[in-house]
């Protein structure tokens, strides 16, 4: 387990549902998918390492969790602007998702 933090350092996360419009394989590698995610207000490129457990077409029009207050990255030259939320065991990754439809946007407590 990680070290423990306080409930005012995990409120600082800023954890949004996001719908993913738009999903391809990033060229050159054999685990990267580039997502455009509507927050609602705005949307979001995000790089994700899930091509080996998705293929793209899969997760159009998903609604994800996305942690949009990480700072931006570049990966393999593709700015990723937030993080979405997925759990695996090493072999099978799950990509986490509101069990009801809810407004893009829509913050998660």
């Known amino acids: 387990m990680a070290e423990c933090i306080t409930l005012d350092e995990f409120k600082r996360i800023d954890l949004r549902?996001?719908?993913?419009?738009s999903c391809e394989r990033v060229e050159g590698t054999d685990k990267l998918l580039k997502l455009t995610v509507d927050l609602g207000a705005e949307s979001r490129q995000l790089v994700a390492g899930l091509a080996a457990h998705y293929e793209p077409q899969q997760l159009l029009g998903r609604q994800i969790v996305v942690v949009c207050n990480l700072k931006p990255a570049?990966?393999?030259?593709?700015?990723?602007?937030?993080?979405?939320l997925?759990?695996?065991?090493?072999?099978?990754l799950g990509v986490?998702?509101?069990?009801?439809?809810?407004q893009n946007g829509s913050k998660v407590s």
Do not use: F
Request: charged fraction near 25%; proline fraction near 3%; avoid cysteine.
């Open 86 to 92: 997925a759990a695996g065991d090493g072999q099978v």
């Open 96 to 102: 986490l998702t509101p069990e009801r439809r809810v």
């Open 74 to 84: 570049v990966i393999r030259g593709i700015e990723s602007q937030g993080m979405l």
């Open 17 to 21: 549902v996001g719908e993913i419009t």
